[in-house]
């Protein structure tokens, strides 16, 4: 299960990044294509899987979007 939660470290984003199903709740919404499992987290109900990376009040980085809910996806 460890490896379906987003890292929570801000070197996560640039290298090592693994796709998840299920990602902690941020800034009080699910990002885009994630959907509020009323209990702390979001989740893709394992439709697909996204390579998010948290995005702690930065911007996301080359190569990366911002997809709300304190999150950039690789694109």
């Not at 699910?30 to 394992?46: A, E, M, W």
Request: glycine content about 18%; hydrophobic content about 35%; overall charge positive.
């Amino acid at each position: 299960m460890a490896l379906l939660m987003v890292p929570l470290a801000g070197g996560a984003v640039a290298g090592g990044a693994i796709a998840q199903q299920v990602i902690p709740k941020r800034e009080g919404m699910c990002p885009l294509g994630y959907v509020d499992t009323f209990n702390g987290k979001c989740s893709t109900l394992g439709v697909t899987s996204y390579t998010v990376s948290p995005r702690d009040g930065e911007a996301c980085q080359s190569g990366w979007m911002n997809i709300g809910g304190g999150y950039c996806r690789k694109k």
